[in-house]
Structure formats: structure tokens, C-alpha cells
């Protein structure tokens, strides 16, 4: 089974607000999930982002591969950068 780290959009309509989940491929976009790995919120300036980085780093292990998008916004939190525990 091939697992993806991937955004559910919530929220009303053109009020989105989105979780990072993690969840098989397979699975419809507001499906079933894993499990939950943070929150986006695009609508509040500037857009807020939590993590929880202990847990997206064992499912990364784990060989879950993120979406472009969540990829994107790893990125911008400092995800990948190179620290103390990298």
C-alpha cells in the first residue's frame, strides 16, 4: 500500500480550510485518512500553517511521499532545512 502525505479540504464553500493527512493512495481526497499531520488555513494573512514535524518525519521513513503541495509548504515552513537533528 502506497501512502501519500496529502491536503483534505474542510470548511464551507469559498471558506477552504485544509488538514495534512496522512493517507493511502488510493483513498478518496476527504476520505479515510491515517492520520492527521497538521492544518493549513490559506484565507488568514499570513497563511497559517501547523506541523506536527515528529510525525511527518516517521511517516517519511515509513516511505510516505508528500503531494506537491504539502511538498511546497514543508518548504516554506523550514521543513527541509538542514538542522541540529537533520
Known amino acids: 500500500m502506497s501512502v501519500k502525505i496529502r491536503l ?3 470548511g464551507t464553500k469559498k471558506r477552504p480550510f485544509y488538514r495534512i493527512v496522512v493517507a ?3 483513498a ?3 476520505g479515510r ?3 492527521r499531520v497538521g492544518t493549513y488555513d490559506p484565507l488568514i494573512e499570513p497563511t497559517a500553517v501547523t506541523l506536527k514535524p515528529d510525525r511527518i ?3 517519511m521513513k515509513k516511505g510516505a511521499t508528500p503531494t506537491t503541495t504539502v511538498r511546497n509548504l514543508l518548504k516554506k515552513e523550514g521543513f527541509f532545512s538542514k538542522g541540529p537533528d537533520a
Do not use: G, Q
Open 8 to 10: 483534505a479540504r474542510h
Open 24 to 26: 493511502p493512495k488510493d
Open 28 to 30: 478518496p481526497r476527504d
Open 33 to 35: 485518512f491515517l492520520e
Open 57 to 59: 518525519k516517521a511517516w
